[in-house]
């Protein structure tokens, strides 16, 4: 293939953009290589500016679960651009989003727009604090809840649970309340709770985590961060940003059937614009200004395009509960496919899946938390992801996200793949 034209697309954006990038995965940074620039994409499709054609493993990190430019969805946001696009007061489509989302995802009374995932994990402990009174949340290693200084935190030399900042610019201040625990180890947030007696406001944790790649809790894992919630008065909140609207209607939440007290969206919940949401009991909602003392807003909060891609997106999702079976069929059968190709082939690996999230580590020990994920062969991961391009199949360029399978994706799309990953494998 060739890729003259992004790569030299890619020069004009670093002398103006930092890195050329808008956000950093996408530079290609942890493959090597210059990034690939998009035309357009339409359908399980990308097709870049050089020409050449992909098939989609990346779902623009999870939004276009329908598939790109999906033809409802594009005919309302041309609809409703034609209408005016911010109006900074109230309109009727956000209460509409809003009896929908509360309607397909269980054990929410009310929910609040924002702009990101950021924003909305941001703000989720902002409320927690402000609820419980408490400083200090437990996070876990490898979880990723956007890029606000409170979750920017790492594991400090020697023991888990000193938070030190993970980015200049985040003060000690900031790590001081934030504790790290480890993904699928109830004994190192035991010992948390045990040592910050009444501070812990909240625990927040991906309850399917797809930032470590895509690592799935233990039995037992996350009922027993609810009954030590329920034991030391702390709120749960699960960072459904990835999960919410993916591996059911409702979340995690439904598939797991477990309750936490917080949830956050993003990424589906705005159909491919820039939309988050926070959602909780009317109990914990209500502390939020205007009616309560908590602050939170947003100029472009609710916006009448975004909520409209949001809103159609979910009507889809929420009329066709089927696209869940199918989606997670379509994933399995290429789990199992690439699971006899690496066995037959002797190649160390281990995949982790749930649903439509999927990763596949080039380690043979099984990948439970950060530290275990880190195991994997980057090298050969390089190698993997190059080959894989080459072939015409975009995979996300880290060893650690998680690939997102669209339910446009069709079995011819799904054969193709797996010849590709055959001759890649044979070849590595
Ligand atoms: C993507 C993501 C975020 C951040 O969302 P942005 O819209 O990128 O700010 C937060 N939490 C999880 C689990 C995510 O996957």
Redesign the pocket.
């Known amino acids: 293939m060739n890729y003259k034209r992004s790569s030299s697309l890619f020069i004009d954006a670093k002398k103006n953009i930092p890195g050329g990038v808008n956000s950093p995965v996408r530079s290609f940074k942890a493959v090597g290589g210059d990034p690939i620039f998009i035309k357009k994409a339409k359908g399980t499709y990308l097709y870049d500016v050089d020409g050449n054609k992909y098939i989609d493993f990346i779902s623009s990190?999870?939004p276009m679960i329908l598939g790109h430019a999906n033809n409802k969805v594009i005919k309302a946001i041309k609809a409703r651009i034609e209408k005016g696009i911010s109006f900074g007061a109230p309109t009727e489509l956000e209460t509409k989003i809003a009896m929908l989302a509360l309607k397909m995802v269980p054990n929410i009374d009310k929910i609040r727009f924002v702009n990101?995932?950021?924003e909305a994990?941001m703000s989720a402990i902002r409320l927690a604090r402000g609820y419980t009174k408490r400083d200090k949340i437990i996070k876990f290693v490898g979880c990723?809840?956007?890029?606000a200084d409170a979750f920017l935190i790492q594991a400090g030399s020697g023991a888990i649970c000193n938070g030190t900042p993970n980015s200049p610019g985040v003060t000690k201040g900031n790590a001081k309340d934030t504790i790290l625990a480890k993904y699928n180890d109830i004994s190192s947030v035991l010992k948390i709770f045990k040592k910050n007696i009444n501070k812990i406001a909240a625990i927040i944790i991906?309850p399917v985590a797809?930032?470590m790649g895509c690592v799935i809790p233990k039995p037992g894992f996350l009922e027993d961060l609810r009954s030590l919630c329920d034991k030391y008065k702390s709120l749960l909140i699960f960072?459904e940003?990835?999960t919410g609207f993916r591996l059911s209607a409702g979340g995690a939440q439904e598939s797991l059937s477990i309750k936490a007290d917080i949830i956050t969206f993003?990424?589906i919940i705005g159909g491919g614009l820039p939309v988050?949401a926070f959602a909780s009991s009317n109990e914990i909602m209500n502390e939020l200004s205007p009616i309560g003392k908590i602050y939170q807003a947003g100029t472009l909060s609710g916006n009448p395009v975004a909520m409209e891609a949001g809103f159609n997106t979910l009507k889809i999702l929420n009329n066709h509960p089927e696209i869940y079976k199918n989606i997670d069929l379509k994933t399995k059968k290429i789990h199992d496919r690439i699971n006899s190709i690496l066995e037959r082939n002797n190649v160390p690996y281990h995949i982790n899946r749930f649903g439509s999230m999927f990763s596949l580590h080039f380690t043979e020990d099984p990948v439970i938390n950060f530290e275990t994920a880190l195991k994997g062969n980057n090298n050969y991961f390089k190698k993997y992801f190059h080959g894989m391009l080459n072939e015409g199949v975009y995979l996300p360029p880290s060893p650690f996200e998680s690939c997102f399978i669209n339910n446009e994706m069709n079995d011819s799309d799904i054969d193709y793949t797996i010849n590709a990953f055959e001759r890649v494998i044979k070849k590595l």
């Open positions: 990190w999870g990101s995932g950021t994990c990723y809840h956007g890029h991906e797809g930032n960072d940003v990835m993003g990424k988050g």
